[in-house]
């Protein structure tokens, strides 16, 4: 196999960085969810405009970490099946 042949500097022991995009994109979720929650709330209470955009910002900070944790679920599904490329 190609691997064994290295040349680079990498470590042989280097660890993949999944994990720690795993635990950042739900610790995003969770507070990108009540973040959104919260501001909604405001700007229903209070009418300003500006809780109407912090809460559009929170939503898509989940959004996007949400879709990071779809990302990471099909990327380990491809890797258990064998399927890596």
Do not use: D, K, Y
């Amino acid at each position: 196999m190609w691997l064994r042949n290295r040349e680079g500097t990498e470590p042989v022991t280097a660890r993949s960085p999944l994990g720690a995009r795993r635990v950042l994109s739900i610790v995003a979720l969770v507070f990108g969810i009540v973040a959104a929650v919260i501001c909604t709330v405001m700007a229903m209470r209070t009418g300003e405009e500006v809780w109407r955009w912090e809460a559009a910002i929170a939503a898509l900070v989940a959004l996007c970490a949400a879709t990071s944790l779809v990302v990471l679920r099909h990327h380990r599904s491809g890797r258990q099946n064998g399927q890596q490329q």
